[in-house]
């Protein structure tokens, strides 16, 4: 087991060496940071001076060396723009964006997986079908639209809701977290929900496809043959064998739902990761581009790592080879 | 002794709870499409840097609502004999933020700062030779020539406490790593930075020991950005901010038909204009013509200059709240040429005949460069531009993309026609004629993309940036507008409007260079 957890660790540093490299060689056409950082007034000297002394002028495969060594040394060096170290500012940002996608994974999980089994149990009812094309309505629009709709709807004309931001904020440590206040949760609810959207419609019909499948299979049939009761052939037979594809899925929407909530958080002005990432690329900010990217990365393969350990935990065929 | 102390103490509280009562609180929230990169005035010469730190930090001028040139640290200044710079005399008794006194050191110690070589301000003092402190309330500017705009012209030149600076390791502005003034301020300003998130918020709080009478109510200040013009409408819709600056122009109807709110339209000072490839022997994205420049010749220019319908652009595209343009600068502004106030007509023939006795009746193709994203509805601007001067046969091949690529664009000479917007940082024509008319040199003619040249005009610059005498230098500036338009140089298109929308209780004052000043904010 450690050796498995070994080895995905060692498998990521070259996950995150292949973005870094094709980050960094995308970022010389993104434009020029140095007409960013002056003014109109400043000379051509001086914008060449500071370009020499970020390294801009260096070799491509030398700058690369040198972010990839940076970060090897635990620096993640300076934003172009606001001059902060990117460790400090990914770390003000990364509890807005993990408990966004925390959030709206949740939602997407309570409401997505009953009303998954729900349709699936009753395909023809008009609540099941009500529901199908509530959510195609869900996944069809784009999340921004979505966004700025619900903005309107509760925020501007029912005036329920925040439009933007976090709220209110407790900091515990570093952490600074919206989920102790009324405020924080009340400015929670739009964006998780926009961002969660698409992530519920997706569960429910997996769960929903899974669930019908599996109800056609020789032991479930077995079972009814068997006389077991209803409630323990659908809530225990039946789903347990749904959840496997269906946790591998959610997993690996979750490595999604935090690199993807940029849109989610443009549009509420959430000070997430995603939103330094816009602004970064506006700015042509290319350390902390880079190093979001790099970070984003990580998250993919570490949610990975994630989804196969729960496999050991759910489904015991992988427990008894490997304990073979 | 308990008991007789406790009424006193209640009665204490209920005065104060009296005298607090008529200002009364109010908290003012208001949002901006950028976040200035730092709390720094040195290291960013750029509006949302300089509008936002110029309520935190003064220099020795301040500029009015007018734009008039106001004392602020300095109380009065006047020239040294024989041009040879400005002495400013010195408020007294103005403490900076921390408590620290204000003195002649610390103007010395911020002009230092001002030309080290991290700053990003330095062109302001291009002319200053040395700066004296002749006593503790009086300091020299010394020129290395007549300078008679110079108090002006350093209006955004804000002072730093030379002690704070040295203890906190401040002393030049920070470039690659921040350093402490990067999110830490310490000046004399209307109002306090008391909190600083950059990217997320940032807080202001009244500056209770300020040398001048605060005409706001205001109790506390919170700015934050929102970039996406959509959150940024609902936020101040549904009430959550009280003002926001800029809104997209098609919006203004929807903000001003809700009850409740209200939009101030005004003037800004940038002008939008199209320059030329004046230096290039060929067109670079011609489909047909790529062994010559058309624009080489000056009919072709003055053709495009007639081609182009400003006052229908204005009133379709800007939704009338353009002005338009006939220099490089607006009307109203010092030195602007009320000779040459007339824009080229609108005359499509006389453009087309233009053209064909330059020796292209047929019109030709070629390519125009614009921005999409750096001044208000730009793409829209050029697709406009285009689509009159196809009606006089010539096809602009509209290569539109984000600023933060287009001046790389334009110094690698990859256009043959290209939109700027020019806003001049000394409110004076002698700024235009700098930059953008100047032969480029290291320091000069630095934003003349298309390498226009007039010799007269070159040696026209030294004067007019050291002529004492109002009149002789304004002759000077009419025949440089004259020259430029004569040589259609550049085609000004209209002047660019400011929109700022915000609840109906508020009310601020809209500087032309787009400056937003809490001092000037009145809750109602």
Redesign the interface.
């Given at each position: 087991m450690a050796g498995f957890i070994l080895k995905r660790l060692v498998q990521s540093i070259f996950v995150m060496l292949a973005v870094a490299f094709l980050a960094f060689s995308l970022f010389r056409f993104v434009g020029d940071p140095i007409s960013q950082m002056t003014g109109i007034e400043t000379t051509a000297a001086d914008q060449e001076r500071l370009r020499e002394e970020l390294g801009l002028n260096d070799p491509f495969f030398k700058q690369f060396a040198r972010f990839t060594g940076d970060i090897l040394h635990g620096d993640f060096g300076y934003s172009f723009r606001t001059r902060e170290p990117i460790g400090d500012m990914l770390l003000t940002r990364l509890p807005a964006t993990l408990e966004l996608g925390t959030v709206a994974l949740l939602i997407s999980l309570i409401v997505g997986i009953p009303a998954g089994i729900y349709t699936a149990l009753n395909p023809r009812g008009v609540m099941s079908q009500s529901i199908l094309i509530g959510t195609l309505i869900g996944v069809s629009i784009p999340t921004f639209v979505i966004g700025i709709l619900l903005i309107f709807l509760f925020g501007v004309q029912l005036g329920w809701l925040p439009t933007y931001g976090r709220g209110g904020t407790v900091e515990i440590g570093w952490w600074r977290s919206s989920l102790f206040t009324i405020e924080g949760w009340r400015s929670l609810v739009l964006p998780a929900l926009t961002l969660g959207l698409f992530q519920l419609t997706l569960t429910m019909r997996l769960v929903r496809a899974q669930m019908m499948e599996v109800m056609r299979t020789d032991h479930i049939r077995f079972a009814i043959a068997r006389g077991v009761p209803w409630r323990s052939i659908r809530y225990r037979h039946a789903l347990s064998n749904t959840m496997i594809p269906v946790i591998t899925i959610i997993g690996l929407q979750f490595g999604g739902v935090i690199a993807f909530s940029i849109v989610t958080e443009s549009v509420f002005q959430w000070p997430g990761m995603g939103l330094l990432f816009l602004e970064s690329i506006r700015f042509v900010d290319i350390p902390v581009m880079s190093v979001y990217l790099v970070v984003i990365a990580f998250f993919f393969v570490l949610v990975n790592l994630l989804v196969d350990l729960l496999y050991f935990a759910i489904d015991p065929r992988l427990r008894v080879r490997e304990s073979t | 002794m308990f008991r007789t102390k406790l009424p006193t103490a209640a009665l204490a509280v209920s005065a104060t709870m009296l005298c607090a009562l008529p200002a009364k609180a109010e908290t003012f929230r208001w949002a901006g499409t950028t976040?200035p990169?730092?709390m720094d005035p040195h290291a960013?010469?750029?509006t949302p840097e300089l509008s936002f730190l110029n309520n935190v930090y003064e220099g020795l001028v301040r500029r009015g609502p007018d734009m008039g040139v106001q004392p602020s640290l300095a109380t009065s200044w006047e020239a040294l004999p024989d041009g040879a710079g400005w002495r400013f005399s010195l408020r007294e008794n103005v403490t900076f933020h921390d408590g620290a006194a204000f003195n002649a050191d610390d103007v010395v110690f911020s002009y230092e700062r001002a030309i080290s070589?991290p700053s990003?301000?330095?062109?302001?003092f291009a002319n200053v030779a040395e700066v004296v402190k002749v006593d503790d309330n009086t300091v020299d500017f010394l020129t290395s020539a007549p300078d008679p705009l110079f108090p002006g012209s350093i209006a955004n030149f804000m002072i730093l406490d030379a002690e704070w600076a040295a203890a906190n390791d401040a002393e030049v502005p920070?470039?690659?790593?921040?350093n402490h003034a990067?999110?830490n301020t310490n000046g004399t300003g209307p109002f306090v930075l008391t909190s600083r998130?950059?990217?997320?918020?940032t807080d202001l709080s009244p500056n209770e020991t300020w040398w001048d009478t605060a005409e706001h109510k205001l109790s506390e200040a919170i700015f934050?950005?929102?970039?996406?013009p959509?959150?940024g409408l609902?936020?101040l819709?549904?009430?959550?901010i009280d003002f926001i600056s800029p809104i997209p122009l098609q919006d203004v109807e929807q903000v001003e038909s809700r009850e409740g709110f209200k939009v101030l339209t005004g003037l800004e000072t940038r002008v939008i204009m199209l320059g030329f490839g004046h230096d290039h022997d060929v067109l670079r994205y011609s489909d047909e013509t790529t062994d010559e420049n058309p624009f080489l010749d000056v009919r072709v220019r003055q053709a495009v200059a007639q081609a182009i319908d400003v006052d229908t652009i204005n009133r379709v595209i800007m939704r009338g709240a353009a002005e338009p343009a006939s220099q490089l600068l607006p009307e109203g502004l010092s030195g602007f040429s009320d000779e040459h106030a007339m824009r080229p007509e609108f005359d499509p023939e006389a453009a087309q005949a233009l053209l064909a006795e330059a020796g292209y009746p047929d019109g030709f193709s070629f390519g125009l460069m614009c921005p999409n994203d750096r001044y208000i509805n730009d793409e829209a601007v050029c697709r406009a531009v285009a689509s009159m001067l196809a009606r006089i046969g010539v096809e602009a091949n509209v290569n539109a993309m984000?600023v933060?690529?287009y001046?790389?664009e334009l110094r690698a000479d990859n256009f043959d026609m290209y939109l700027l917007g020019w806003s001049p940082?000394t409110f004076d024509a002698e700024h235009p004629i700098r930059?953008l008319t100047h032969t480029p040199t290291?320091?000069l003619g630095?934003?003349n993309f298309g390498g226009y040249s007039s010799p007269r005009i070159d040696e026209m610059l030294a004067p007019i940036q050291q002529e004492l005498d109002p009149e002789a230098r304004q002759a000077m500036l009419e025949e440089v507008a004259g020259i430029l338009q004569n040589d259609v140089a550049y085609v000004p298109l209209y002047t660019e409007p400011l929109i700022w929308a915000m609840q109906e209780n508020i009310d601020v004052v809209q500087r032309p260079d787009n400056f937003f000043m809490l001092r000037w904010v009145d809750v109602n």
């Open positions: - | 976040d990169q730092t960013v010469n750029a070589e990003d301000v330095k062109s302001w920070a470039r690659d790593a921040e990067t999110r998130d950059p990217g997320i918020r934050t950005p929102i970039g996406n959509a959150t609902a936020a819709l549904s009430g959550e984000p933060r690529g001046w790389d940082g930059f290291e320091r630095t934003w």
